[in-house]
């Protein structure tokens, strides 16, 4: 079983940036294909991007092309989440999750596809 905290949340203005970790602990990280979610107010969970084990894959939302970038260190236990030219819709809690039973190269698409979740951190885009 793995445990993930994220961090690096927080308030910023729109156009600004934010890196979001995600540190894994009680299994290595490289056994997981992972993802970030998000969930705004009155809104229900959604992808935002993901990467495989091996960090050869990554797969974006529309809303996340361009502007996102998911990478992961897994001699740290780390993933991360750089996010740039946030808009004041990114406002939303963002959640790391694991999922587990893929392939090296394969990335976990579905929500349903992860084991593990982190507790969620807050990220507020506004002036």
């Known amino acids: 079983q793995v445990q993930l905290v994220e961090s690096g949340g927080g308030l910023v203005q729109p156009g600004g940036s934010l890196r979001l970790s995600c540190v894994a602990s009680?299994?290595?990280?490289?056994?997981?294909?992972m993802g970030w979610f998000r969930q705004a107010p009155g809104k229900d969970r959604e992808f935002v991007c993901g990467?495989?084990?091996?960090?050869?894959?990554?797969l974006y939302e529309n809303f996340a092309k361009g502007r996102f970038t998911i990478s992961r260190d897994n001699a740290k236990n780390t993933v991360y989440l750089q996010m740039n030219s946030l808009k004041p819709e990114d406002t939303a809690v963002f959640y790391c999750a694991a999922a587990s039973d893929f392939w090296l190269h394969e990335i976990a698409p579905r929500e349903a596809d992860y084991d593990y979740w982190g507790q969620g951190i807050q990220v507020t885009v506004s002036s």
């Open positions: 009680g299994r290595s990280l490289s056994d997981y294909a």
């Open positions: 990467i495989s084990r091996s960090s050869e894959s990554t």
